[in-house]
């Protein structure tokens, strides 16, 4: 059990602390099945919310396809349930077939989830996106309350209608944690100063690469991480699918654990190696026990061939 005494930093603050990079710490997402739920939530809230909607095991195929159910509520104090009508959002976050979609609570029962999953549209109303998820599941982590109420708060004020807090996206450590749909880039550890520029870049149609966890979409860890060195070492690669890793595989190193990724930039195919290494440091937190951030790296950028 996490140790809670109130002397200790919370899991996110002790891992900026210890010098934890996000890269490569997306969860896994392809598509998404986004339901308003207004007012305070319980640790169990998203699994409460389902399972009124949809049969036991109805979901299942469709998140091991890729399909991440979450709630979304405004930006705001969530002292009780409000009530009136209720959103409910779709997408799909590969790279091109992004698309995002509205549709009324009251459809969510006759939604084909394995037509989502997979990513095909049509279920309800196109919208122009993105939409600014900012994790603020407090009874999950309270980092993700703390650390990202103040990021909903300006980004709510700066971008109306856009902005919602999220249910858990995983990842409490690198709280304040934005995930933008259906663009399909989590980003981490931002300050509300850090959001407002993720935000902005996003309604350009970019990315910025800086506290940048990973595509969601991407196959593997390995991939997010090299996707993300690939940006930061050819600089100016922000366009959504500017840089997208196309294969990997495993190489022998003195650690036991890297592998070789191949990543499309926009003019050149590059081979990023990547380095999975186990953490140097580690510390106790109040809300996480132990914390000790393993990371990749890598040492080696190539330009084998001209796409």
């Known amino acids: 059990m996490p140790n809670v005494s109130s002397g200790l930093p919370g899991c996110a603050i002790l891992t900026r602390q210890l010098g934890g990079n996000p890269a490569g710490t997306a969860a896994h997402m392809t598509s998404w099945?986004?339901?308003e739920q207004p007012g305070p939530w319980p640790s169990d809230a998203l699994e409460q919310t389902l399972a009124s909607v949809f049969a036991p095991g109805r979901l299942d195929g469709p998140r091991a396809a890729g399909l991440r159910p979450?709630?979304?509520r405004r930006p705001g104090r969530h002292r009780r349930a409000?009530?009136?009508?209720?959103?409910?959002?779709v997408a799909?976050?590969?790279p091109?077939?992004?698309w995002l979609e509205r549709l009324a609570f009251e459809d969510l029962g006759s939604l084909d989830v394995a037509a989502l999953a997979a990513g095909v549209p049509g279920h309800g109303e196109r919208?122009?996106?993105p939409l600014f998820l900012v994790c603020t599941h407090g009874t999950k982590d309270m980092c993700c309350a703390v650390l990202g109420r103040p990021l909903a708060g300006v980004l709510g004020a700066n971008h109306p209608g856009r902005a919602w807090e999220v249910s858990h996206v995983g990842g409490d450590r690198w709280a304040g944690n934005l995930l933008v749909v259906p663009d399909g880039f989590l980003h981490g550890q931002l300050d509300p100063g850090e959001a407002a520029l993720v935000a902005k870049a996003a309604l350009a149609g970019q990315v910025q690469p800086e506290q940048l966890r990973g595509r969601t979409s991407a196959s593997s860890p390995w991939a997010q991480y090299a996707e993300i060195a690939v940006r930061k070492h050819v600089g100016g690669l922000r366009g959504l699918d500017a840089a997208l890793a196309v294969a990997e595989r495993p190489v022998e190193s003195p650690d036991g654990e890297a592998r070789v990724v191949t990543v499309q930039g926009?003019?050149?195919?590059?081979?990023?190696t990547?380095?999975?290494?186990?953490a140097a440091v580690r510390g106790e937190s109040r809300c996480s026990g132990v914390i000790a951030p393993a990371a990749y790296t890598t040492d080696d950028i190539k330009t084998p061939a001209t796409a």
């Open 266 to 272: 926009v003019d050149h195919l590059y081979e990023v």
């Open 96 to 98: 091109g077939n992004r």
């Open 33 to 35: 099945l986004l339901i």
């Open 70 to 72: 979450l709630l979304i």
């Open 274 to 278: 990547v380095h999975r290494n186990e």
């Open 127 to 129: 919208v122009d996106g």
């Open 82 to 89: 409000e009530s009136g009508p209720r959103s409910v959002f």
């Open 92 to 94: 799909s976050g590969v």
